[in-house]
């Protein structure tokens, strides 16, 4: 069996694409694993022993091309051919861009099991699984998703993650281990999500009095004159700068042998969970640290949105009480192991409750904010219409003032949930839900609209009658 899978975002992305590749080599030992990432985040497949082949593309520009209407097709898949005549039995694609799915279709050739994103052959979005769907649906910064990537990718291939599969440590390690060090990683993949300079000169200079290791700064070359900023302010024998000199190995060596890791969301952050090195991760800027944070037992999360406000004297608190395995004097996510759900004290969001509630069958969340309720009756309004407009095109499939009608329902129901969040996930996941039909006789697609707009009554009504003040109107309509 030849297995492909498909991992076009950033080096991040790739680093948390290595566990389910571990699990599929693991569960399929005798299969053949290809690989394809971008040439320019190729590095991190020189880690992965489980692969067989690696595929590299330039996808930045191939995939933008593939977004435009009009293009020559057969012309800019050229690059590609030669894998696709590879012939694979099962194509799994975690990269979760409309772009990318144009490339698993192509490459699947009308043949291969697809997981991931696709296309229909009407050239439509073809979103294959149901993890894909909630993915799209709730994944991002500023949604709520409640699951990590590296347990959403290891769910669209199909398999089980164990804590062996975590197990990216290299037994050949040339660091020397017999002195205590901690890595800082300084930078991250856009600015938003690093901390300024003056914050890291004063987390060095208060953290450097109470840890008697070398601190090693680290990170791409991008990020030299940072580094050279910090070391002109900072003058020590125990501030290594190492930032741009490394290479995948190396780094992945040296975070193998470091006391601890500290730094924001980012690459190297992953390379800390996959050699089970305890990570300080400062979670900043527009990320979701539920979605990207660190797996390796004991590491902790501080989250603080804007970076200029991070305390130095929290980080240096929080990273000490890590190392020395105390309790945490800031409430910060403790990671008990790469397999394990994340420990916290934050507040359930409404929101959060009405995701469990769709995708895991959890209890009906409640809310008592009047406008929430309003909302959901307000909902079970415009699904009373939908519902009367599919009855009337079913008698008449040429009623285009119906189809108008629904198509107004559909815009009516994004307009609510931008006036009101907390209903957001819950119209996110109908809209997600209708875009999976498919090209079938208009007989076909009406049943199965009708059925995704009963699913969604089915579900008001639960979220309704649980809710306070609710008007028996509202109940009805979402009957």
């Known amino acids: 069996m030849k297995i492909l899978v498909l991992q076009l975002a950033r080096l991040g992305d790739g680093l948390l694409t290595w566990p389910t590749l571990n699990a599929i080599k693991r569960e399929h030992p005798d299969a053949e694993l290809h690989l394809m990432v971008r040439t320019r985040f190729a590095s991190c497949t020189k880690l992965m022993a489980c692969v067989d082949k690696v595929h590299t593309i330039d996808s930045s520009s191939l995939l933008s091309k593939l977004e435009h209407d009009g293009c020559d097709f057969d012309e800019i898949t050229k690059p590609i051919r030669k894998i696709r005549d590879l012939d694979f039995d099962y194509i799994i694609n975690l990269s979760f861009s409309p772009s990318s799915s144009f490339m698993t279709q192509f490459l699947a ?3 291969a099991i697809v997981s991931g994103y696709s296309r229909f052959n009407d050239g439509f979005l073809n979103i294959t699984d149901n993890t894909s769907s909630y993915i799209r649906a709730q994944v991002g910064y500023g949604f709520t998703n409640l699951f990590h990537l590296s347990d959403l990718f290891s769910t669209v291939a199909g398999v089980d993650l164990k804590f062996e599969d975590w197990d990216g440590r290299s037994f050949e390690t040339k660091i020397p281990q017999n002195y205590k060090y901690t890595v800082l990683h300084i930078g991250a993949s856009v600015d938003e999500k690093m901390l300024p300079a003056e914050i890291w000169c ?3 200079a208060n953290l450097l009095p109470d840890y008697d290791g070398v601190l090693y700064l680290v990170g791409s070359s991008e990020e030299r004159s940072m580094s050279q900023e910090i070391c002109h302010h900072i003058s020590s024998s125990r501030l290594v700068d190492l930032v741009g000199e490394t290479s995948i190995e190396e780094l992945r060596d040296l975070i193998q ?8 969301d980012s690459g190297p952050l992953h390379l800390a969970s996959l050699t089970g090195t305890p990570a300080l991760n400062l979670s900043v800027g527009p990320v979701s640290a539920f979605e990207t944070g660190p797996k390796s ?3 902790r999360i501080l989250i603080e949105p804007n970076p200029e406000r991070v305390s130095a004297y929290m980080v240096v608190d929080e990273y000490l009480a890590m190392i020395e395995r105390r309790a945490s004097p800031n409430q910060a ?3 008990v192991s790469p397999i394990e759900e994340y420990r916290h004290s934050l507040a359930t969001r409404y929101e959060q409750e009405v995701v469990k509630y769709i995708y895991l069958d959890g209890p009906t969340p409640l809310t008592k904010q009047k406008k929430v309720t309003e909302a959901l009756i307000e909902l079970a309004d415009i699904y ?9 095109i079913e008698l008449n499939n040429r009623d285009k003032i119906a189809a108008g009608i629904l198509d107004r329902c559909d815009e009516t ?3 609510l949930a931008r006036k009101v969040p907390e209903i957001s996930p819950l119209v996110r996941w109908f809209m997600t839900e209708k875009t999976r039909i498919g090209p079938a006789p208009l007989e076909e697609v009406l049943e199965t609209t009708k059925r995704y707009y009963y699913n969604l009554g089915n579900t008001l009504y639960g979220l309704l009658t649980r809710s306070s003040n609710v008007e028996r109107s509202g109940e009805r309509n979402a009957r």
Not at 257 to 264: D, L, N, P
Not at 384 to 392: F, H, L, N, S
């Open 109 to 111: 050739k009308d043949k």
């Open 202 to 204: 004063s987390v060095i």
């Open 257 to 264: 042998g470091a006391e601890g890791y500290i730094g924001a």
């Open 297 to 299: 037992a004991g590491s």
């Open 333 to 335: 996510i403790g990671v």
């Open 384 to 392: 009373e219409v939908a519902i009367e407009q599919c009855q009337a």
């Open 413 to 415: 129901m994004m307009v």
